[in-house]
Structure formats: structure tokens, C-alpha cells
Nanobody, 122 residues
Framework: QEQLVESGGGLVQAGGSLRLSCVASGRTVSGYHLGWFRQAPGKEREFVAAISWSGGVTYYADSVKGRFTISRDKDKNTVYLQMNSLKPEDTAVYYC???????????????WGQGTQVTVSS
């Protein structure tokens, strides 16, 4: 059974850091490209970052470039999102996504995690 499980969310002050993790299990998603999205209340879900299966290619939304870093550990089937210099506007539920195709700073795979809340206080 394909599954994505996020963790690492929480409450942090502006300027602080958090690291999100997403463990991918299942034979299909273990070979997929992985990414992160976020959704704030009343807003649409938006792309944040993605990383290729090999880990050699990464993409970021302009709003997080220079502050967030995506990485993956293939042995652990885990993708990470290191978030630094957090701002109140980064407050959202962050979702992990798996897609078989990745060709730019966007993705929309069929597999999603349950989400983890990130709240940044001012």
C-alpha cells in the first residue's frame, strides 16, 4: 500500500527554523519524485519544492528560494524540507506529494500525505 507520512510541523517564531520529514512507503512511491505543497486557510494548495528520484534535481517556488532546502535520503525513502528564516506567511498545512513525472517547478502526483501544520508567530 502506497503511503506518505509527514512529521516535524509545529509552532515557531518568525525567523526560526523547522525541518519537515516525509516517509514514503510502498513499491510505487519509493521510486517517485517527491515534493512539498502547502495550503493556508482560505487559499489554494500551492507548490513549495520538489526533488527528483535521484536527488540531483530540485525546484523551488520563488517565495521560498534561499530559505527552504529540499533533500532526500533514498535509503530511508524519506524527503526533508529544511525551512529557515520562517515568516508568518509561511503558516500553512504542509503536504508531501509523490509524482512519476517532474519537469519543472510544479507537480501534482496522485499520492498525498495527511499534512503537518506549520505555524509561524510574529
Amino acid at each position: 500500500q502506497e503511503q506518505l507520512v509527514e512529521s516535524g510541523g509545529g509552532l515557531v517564531q518568525a525567523g526560526g527554523s523547522l525541518r519537515l520529514s516525509c516517509v514514503a512507503s510502498g513499491r510505487t512511491v519509493s521510486g517517485y519524485h517527491l515534493g512539498w505543497f502547502r495550503q493556508a486557510p482560505g487559499k489554494e494548495r500551492e507548490f513549495v519544492a520538489a526533488i527528483s528520484w535521484s536527488g540531483g534535481v530540485t525546484y523551488y517556488a520563488d517565495s521560498v528560494k534561499g530559505r527552504f532546502t529540499i533533500s532526500r535520503d533514498k535509503d530511508k525513502n524519506t524527503v526533508y524540507l529544511q525551512m529557515n528564516s520562517l515568516k508568518p506567511e509561511d503558516t500553512a498545512v504542509y503536504y508531501c506529494n509523490a509524482d512519476s513525472y517532474l519537469a519543472g517547478p510544479t507537480m501534482w502526483g496522485d499520492y498525498w500525505g495527511q499534512g503537518t501544520q506549520v505555524t509561524v508567530s510574529s
